[in-house]
């Protein structure tokens, strides 16, 4: 079977933009409309970021709700903290995810267990974004993907976009939640994708995956810099007459399982594919959630296309052999075919 596009969804009023662009535009919306907004991280305010994501923001908001931090992320989470309890709406930048490990005891300990330890009477609104991934050649730590660390973690909620638009919507509605959210955004996606992205206020719900390609024979479940490997797989295997449903899950929590298995009942076949380690990734929950609520469906065992069991592997051409690319999705959806 053949596989499609689906329609998008967007308003009429959009503008070119890439992803950087289209979330900044996000963060000036949301310190423009929120005074109780407030921005901060490692350079984010003078130099406007690493990847000038908040790129004019202090000259236009000022250096009370947009500033700099010392280069110390268990101070800036614990800050946020101390902020989202006290009112505000605190959205912190990690400079690169791989950075964010010091900052785990207030992550785990604190930041996603307010809301039960005060039995719902305190929210934590606080957004915390970072760059992740590879396919730019970054040093090491640059380029980890911790998501399945904070996936596991109660309370914490983990957005991926992949596109500029999913980017500026869902960063609004991760702003605007009463609960703490990790925003990650794709580093290879920031400047190598454009597309039509609305001008104005413009949310998407958490917890709604998005169907890229529709096709009848296989599934393959994504998110953030896989989706447009995903999309390359997918349009080889459909000159072979392979119908290739690809899903973008744009959450990981919350995780929109009623896409998922709809999607697997129709092809009776899954490849999950991410660019994290192997053992214990957050592929590995999405297998689990398949094989327990749709093995019945399946006509092949569910393949994951994921990293390595090893640090991600610094500047050096031997990115291209860990990071998951169209040609070994491209296998697996031949394997599930052929079983």
Known sequence: ?????????????????TMIAAINNALDLALEQDDAVHIFGEDVGVMGGVFRATDGLQAKYGADRVFDTPLAEAAIVGMGIGMGLAGLKPVAEIQFAGFLYPALDQ???HLGRYRHRT???????????????????????HADSPEAILAHTPGIKVVIPSTPADAKG?????????????????????????????????????????????????TVICYGGMVEVAQKAAA?????????????????VPLDTDT??????????????????????????????????AIEYLRAPIVRVTGFDAPYPPFTAIEDVYRPNAVRVARAIKAVMGY
């Open 1 to 17: 079977m053949t596989a499609t596009a689906s329609k998008s969804d967007t308003p009429a009023d959009t503008k070119t933009m």
């Open 107 to 109: 992550v785990l300990s």
């Open 119 to 141: 039995r719902s009477r305190y929210h934590l609104p606080m957004v915390v974004r970072a760059p992740y991934g590879g396919g730019v050649h970054t040093p090491e730590q």
């Open 170 to 218: 869902l960063l609004l509605s991760a702003i605007h939640d009463p609960d703490p959210v990790f925003f990650f955004e794709a580093i290879k996606l920031y400047r190598s994708v454009k597309e039509a992205v609305p001008t104005g206020d413009y949310r998407i719900p958490l917890g709604q995956a998005r169907i890229v390609t529709e096709g009848d024979d296989v």
């Open 236 to 252: 080889a295997a459909q000159s072979a007459g392979i119908g290739v449903e690809v899903i973008d899950l744009r959450t990981l």
């Open 260 to 293: 998922i298995l709809a999607s697997v009942q129709k092809t009776g076949r899954a490849v999950v594919v991410t660019e994290a380690p192997r053992t214990g990734g957050f592929h590995s929950e999405i297998s689990a959630t398949i094989a327990e609520e």
